[in-house]
């Protein structure tokens, strides 16, 4: 159960490594006197950068192979320690190990990356210069489009679709974030809201969809939901290995 957190968050770095081109620049090392120009990451190097980070969320990706479910399940009970259960992947089933847990926690490392506030500002700041790259409505369009392909995909879709929507809404929040981006993002969040209510789709899907749509609806629930670390977990801590 110690060695699981590691490798299922052994992209973390190459994650946040690959977020740093969307919205990025080169910006090269000199000595006082010297040409130095900083210059924008390419546009297309932009567009790669957010369809791997949406693979990086996808169903494939995080889904955990059964195999290993009664391995990782074992642990004896004891008491409390924050300095051996720190790094185990928290679960909501007791002792049963939680792949949804796994997988929600995988799109959160995912996704605080994607959605950081000063990215979304340097995609505005490319944007009005002119950059012909992915932009804020881009990367909102492909998330709620990924979100959306993803819950009809069984258990482990939902989650994720509903992690896309409550990390949306925890962006807005920030601080750091363009009130102009915040504003931008919270009226695609109530167009989804609106689409979702409106679902047809029947059983476990259109539950979900209408029952999303309500929560993306209610601000005060909203609010409450981006705060529960049960809704939105906490990333096990990686650095240093």
């Known amino acids: 159960r110690r060695a699981f957190v590691p490798i299922w968050l052994l992209h973390r770095y190459q994650t946040e490594a690959s977020a740093k081109l969307l919205g990025g620049v080169y910006t090269p090392i000199g000595l006082s006197g010297d040409d130095i120009t900083v210059r924008p990451v390419p546009a297309s190097h932009q567009s790669a950068a957010l369809e791997a980070l949406l693979r990086a969320i ?6 955990v192979p059964p195999r290993l479910s009664p391995a990782l ?26 792949p ?50 993803s819950a009809s995909d069984g258990a482990v879709g939902r989650r994720i679709a509903t992690t896309i929507a409550l990390s ?43 029952g999303l749509g309500a929560l993306l609806s209610d601000r005060q629930a909203l609010d409450a939901a ?8 906490d990333i096990p801590p990686g650095s240093p290995i």
């Open 58 to 63: 996808s169903v494939e990706a995080l889904t």
């Open 73 to 98: 399940s074992y642990g004896p009970r004891t008491n409390y320690d924050y300095s051996t259960t720190i790094e185990i992947m928290p679960t909501a089933g007791g002792s049963v190990f939680d």
């Open 100 to 149: 949804m847990r796994a997988a929600e926690i995988g799109a959160v490392a995912v996704l605080q990356n994607l959605l950081a506030p000063e990215r979304l500002n340097r995609l505005d700041i490319q944007q009005a210069d002119g950059m012909d790259g992915p932009n804020v409505e881009r990367v909102l369009n492909r998330l709620v489009e990924h979100a959306n392909a």
């Open 168 to 210: 949306l809404a925890k962006a807005t929040r920030d601080p750091a974030l363009s009130k102009t981006i915040a504003m931008q993002i919270d009226g695609r969040i109530a167009s989804w809201a609106s689409e979702l209510s409106r679902s047809r789709a029947r059983g476990a899907v259109g539950d979900w969809a209408r």
């Open 226 to 233: 981006i705060k529960d670390r049960n809704i939105l977990p």
